[in-house]
């Protein structure tokens, strides 16, 4: 499709603008001018209308299409939360404001959703506090090892430089441990794809911070030990952190603060309905136990005895700050709003839905799809394409094919330790007659591989393009139209 | 619940299927065999009228009837209502990360389309796809000089937003790079000291333009002594003003980045923003973040791609040139809608007419007595002022007024305890602008 920029033409406007109700000065002097006007498409506001409609229709999103990327919970998003989120008296608040003298007065409103937000999730969690600060899943996790950092730091043990991570973990984890300051090692998991023990044990030490798990793991397993494994952490003087990117399993099931995690994040575009924008805006609040309070990040949300809410910044130990101002308040707000719709009883109910459909894909897909570990699954469950590379398709193969068949593809290749992983995670909103047609496409694709693997291995023929050239694009990048 | 689809009968029948009669032994199957937390502190669901009612309530208990004239880097611009259609188009907000090419070319090509945008405005080569923020996409630039370099010492201004220099100074706190914050000030001079901090250990010197206090700078004498130190010059910048100022690219700057709320996206008490980030070619694999780029299909067909995914975490891991991974992306296409609706000439009447009444607002307010200006006569849309006491004061006053009649700098800079930061825009009008010096006088 064209580029929006191949469709200018001068002299057209997509945009009317006030006059000038004051002297038009030339306010700005000649020496800092830009001697040549910005090219920015000159196009009519239908232009713009229909130019981005159309490259609308060549996505596949929640609303058009089943979308069991696992580990990144698709859920349906309530239709109602945009407009909240749209309500002028939410959109027009500028951030700046309750930093005025008498100006908390001002924001009382978006003050509370903050604060109850804050409330509700720290209950979910089972910790002493939140903060809604982080801005996406892995700056929450930035910012929760940024607190291991700070206790340590606090209790004079310079020694901790090490952050201890599964093999199964997430990018993000090691990512975020470096940005941090820590070293990081790899812990193996064991034949059942839990956390190796015995090799826990052994890297333990005076100089491990801390270990991140993500529970349940990636795998969509609950590490039966999780328990055991805080226990070792915590003799050894380090503390745990929770990825929860798979929060949407447990959720008003187990609270991760009971299991003795001390710091958590989580993705409120997955497990709490925002929107995933096309790869944000997310937002990852991190929940803590009571020893890493005083180095949260600030400014924090208090509510006072006479029942307003104020910001305060007077925590000597707090991290400082991680955020311009209270974290992605337009995602929060949707979240919240998620929150009051469950109520007590809905959260639960959304975790033994996601987990009953991630176990029925799995219990369906087993006598055709290898499983590196034989085992009940939590929301979502992680195939093998091991038997079909015997035919030449692999798992990237069936992610094409299922493209074809009018399924968005589930995540492939990863977790790393599942050669040729096909990772589905359906989530609790899908109804079992969209599941049971997506199991269907998945049986025709293995039999198909059997049959004309060439099929599969051609796939995608329907979409607007084909498979893309994707060495061209990294060796001789092309990256911007610079016109 | 209406999200949940499963009814009593598919249930049963799903149980049947995974071997289990109950969801209690579904859980126990799934190794979690305590007992479920009572979450007693929680109250039962609400149907959506009641909670549209509780948050339609929480919102008319923020006062956004006050005429604003904050900013300090975050800007109440008009915005058109088709930007709002487009990011609303639930193809686009309900899609994630665009890993599957062939089933996100709308993302994929929009995130193409503003990265080209960015470049355009900062004169630069590539930009990626976004970043968090402004305060991030900082930080980020000051690790990627460090990178680029090998050096861990950057040298700020203090006429950097004080609100990314302290995110800035918290990411960096377990560290090892150096921050050198060179004192604000209002002539030359500040320009000399900054040049006098760079050293051969400096990796980059972080500026801002327009600066907190809106002024203007040109840049080219301290970009190019960084280069002669083999230092990199970094910029955060405010894209409304790029439309008639100076790219950022021509005055030699290495790295780009800024707030991107100011184009199309709503105050929002703080976000979601958008940070974006460009570069030089030279130095474009070392870039964090995202990037989208232009390839073919197995039939020759144009198409987009996410590219050079080598320097991301999913693959790199603990070595990734950033951790980020969800970023703002449909911040990023409501910038690009935004831009696209604005275009070329729209752009720049938005930039004029906020330098005009900035500078209409100012002469009127230094008529008041007492009040002096700060700074000379370049600046864009926001300016400083000193009053005869202390700015918070005032305007606490001018709150009982109905004005947010701007930020008073104190808070950050001590020694600018009576000085006052206003910010005009092209939403406010000529009325507005008189009623607020009117006000001001009345206060003071």
């Known amino acids: 499709m064209k580029l929006i920029f191949s469709i200018s033409r001068s002299g057209r406007r997509g945009s009317s603008i006030p006059k000038a109700d004051v002297p038009e000065v030339n306010a700005i002097p000649p020496q800092f001018r830009r001697k040549k006007s910005a090219e920015l498409p000159e196009v009519s ?38 407009r909240i989120a749209a309500l002028p008296g939410f959109a027009e608040l500028h951030p700046l404001l309750p930093q005025l003298r008498h100006g908390g007065a001002l924001t009382q409103g978006a003050l509370a959703v903050i604060y109850e937000a804050e409330r509700i999730l720290s209950e979910l969690l089972g910790f002493s506090a939140c903060t809604m600060q982080p801005l996406a899943g892995a700056h929450g996790e930035l910012a929760g090892v940024m607190l291991i950092a700070a206790y340590h730091k606090a209790c004079n043990d310079d020694r901790r430089k090490v952050m201890l991570i599964p093999d199964a973990a997430h990018g993000t984890n090691p990512a975020s441990a470096a940005v941090a300051g820590f070293d990081t ?153 998620y929150m009051l719709t469950l109520g007590r009883e809905g959260f639960r109910r959304v975790s033994e839905n996601a987990v009953l459909n991630a176990n029925y894909i799995r219990c369906r897909l087993a006598p055709y799809y290898d499983q590196k570990y034989n085992r009940f699954s939590m929301h979502e469950c992680v195939f093998s394409a ?12 069936i992610a094409k094919a299922l493209i074809d068949r009018g399924y968005h593809p589930p995540t492939i290749y990863f977790p790393l330790i599942v050669p040729e992983a096909l990772m589905i995670e359906p989530t609790e909103t899908e109804s079992k007659d969209t599941i049971d047609s997506f199991i269907e496409a998945m049986i025709e694709i293995a039999k198909m591989t059997e049959t004309n693997p060439e099929q599969i291995q051609q796939a995608p023929v329907k979409t607007p393009v084909k498979r893309m050239d994707e060495t061209r694009a990294a060796r001789t990048p092309v990256v911007a139209d610079l016109g | ?168 100074e918290c990411y960096s706190s377990n560290l090892d790079i150096e921050l050198i914050q060179v004192p604000s000030g209002t002539d030359d001079s500040a320009q000399k000291q ?71 996206i709503p105050l929002s008490f703080g976000g979601p923003y958008l940070g974006f980030m460009a570069t030089t070619e030279k130095h474009m694999r070392k870039m964090p973040g995202r990037i989208c780029g232009r390839t073919v299909d197995s039939d020759g067909k144009d198409g987009f791609v996410l590219t050079l995914q080598t320097r991301e975490q999913h693959i790199r891991r603990a070595s990734a040139m950033s951790n980020i991974c969800s970023n703002e992306s449909l911040c990023a296409l409501t910038a690009l809608v935004y831009l696209c609706c604005m275009g070329k000439q729209g752009l720049i009447d938005v930039a004029e007419l906020c330098a005009a009444k900035a500078a209409f607002a100012r002469s009127e307010i230094l008529k008041i007595d007492g009040v002096k200006p700060v700074g000379g006569d370049a600046f864009f849309n926001e300016f400083v002022i000193s009053l005869p006491g202390d700015a918070a004061e005032v305007v606490g006053k001018m709150i009982d007024k109905g004005f947010a009649a701007g930020f008073p700098l104190g808070r950050y800079y001590p020694d600018r305890k009576n000085q006052l930061l206003i ?22």
Not at chain 1, 53 to 77: E, H, I, Q, W
Not at chain 1, 386 to 397: E, F, M, N, T
Not at chain 2, 206 to 234: C, R, S
Request: charged fraction near 20%; proline fraction near 5%.
């Open chain 1, 45 to 82: 506001e239908q232009e713009v209308i229909r130019h981005f409609t159309a490259l609308s229709r060549k996505n596949m999103g929640v609303d058009t299409n089943f979308y069991p990327l696992g580990s990144c919970t698709m859920k349906y998003n309530p239709k109602f939360h945009e």
């Open chain 1, 185 to 337: 090692v790899e812990i193996a998991s064991d034949s059942e794809g839990n956390v190796d023990l015995e090799d826990l044990k052994k890297h333990l030490g005076p100089e491990v911070a801390g270990l991140m798990l993500t529970c349940p793991n990636t795998l969509g397993l609950f590490d039966p030990n999780v328990k055991e494994i805080c226990r070792l952490v915590h003799e050894a003087g380090g503390l745990c952190y929770c990825d929860g990117a798979n929060f949407n399993a447990i959720i008003g099931r187990v609270r991760p603060g009971d299991l003795g995690f001390d710091v958590m994040h989580v993705n409120l575009h997955k497990t709490f309905s925002t929107p995933h924008g096309g790869g944000g805006p997310g937002s990852g609040p991190v929940g803590v136990a009571e020893k890493l309070v005083p180095y949260l990040p600030i400014s924090r949300v208090a509510k006072r005895s006479d029942g307003t809410y104020a910001l305060e910044y007077d925590y000597p130990d707090s991290i400082g700050y991680i955020a311009p101002f209270y974290g992605n308040f337009g995602i929060i707000l949707r979240a919240y709003a």
């Open chain 1, 386 to 397: 091991s038997r079909q590379v015997a035919k030449g398709v692999h798992a990237l193969d």
């Open chain 2, 1 to 168: 619940m209406p999200y949940i689809a499963n009814t009593e009968a598919d249930v049963k029948e799903m149980f049947k299927t995974i071997g289990c009669d109950s969801f209690e032994q579904m859980w126990e199957k799934a190794q979690i065999k305590s007992p479920p937390p009572s979450l007693d502190t929680l109250h039962s669901g609400l149907s959506e009228y009641e909670v549209v009612r509780h948050l339609n309530e929480l919102a008319a208990r923020n006062a956004t009837q006050l005429v604003n004239f904050l900013g300090a880097g975050y800007y109440d611009h008009i915005i058109p209502a088709a930007v709002g259609e487009i990011t609303g188009r639930s193809e686009f907000y309900t899609a994630y990360t665009p890993y599957q090419p062939e089933a996100s070319q709308g993302t994929l090509q929009a995130i193409y389309e503003y990265q080209s945008m960015i470049c355009r405005l900062t004169g630069l080569f590539v930009a990626n796809a976004s970043l968090y923020d402004g305060g991030t996409a900082l930080f980020e630039a000051m690790m990627m000089a460090g990178r680029i370099t090998r050096r861990r010492q950057a040298v700020i201004s203090e006429a950097v937003s004080p609100i990314f220099r302290r995110m800035i």
């Open chain 2, 194 to 264: 900054l040049m006098d901090a760079i050293t051969e250990d400096t990796a980059c010197v972080i500026v801002q333009y327009p600066n907190v206090f809106g002024t203007i700078e040109a840049w080219g004498e301290v970009t190019a002594h960084a280069h002669a130190k083999g230092a990199l010059a970094v910029c955060s910048c405010y894209p409304v003003a790029l439309a008639v100022l100076t790219p950022p690219g021509e005055m030699g700057f290495d790295i780009v980045t800024g707030e991107g709320q100011s184009i199309g």
């Open chain 2, 423 to 444: 910010a005009v825009t092209e939403k406010r009008t000529r009325e507005e602008i008189k009623a607020l010096a009117n006000a001001l006088e009345a206060v003071l």
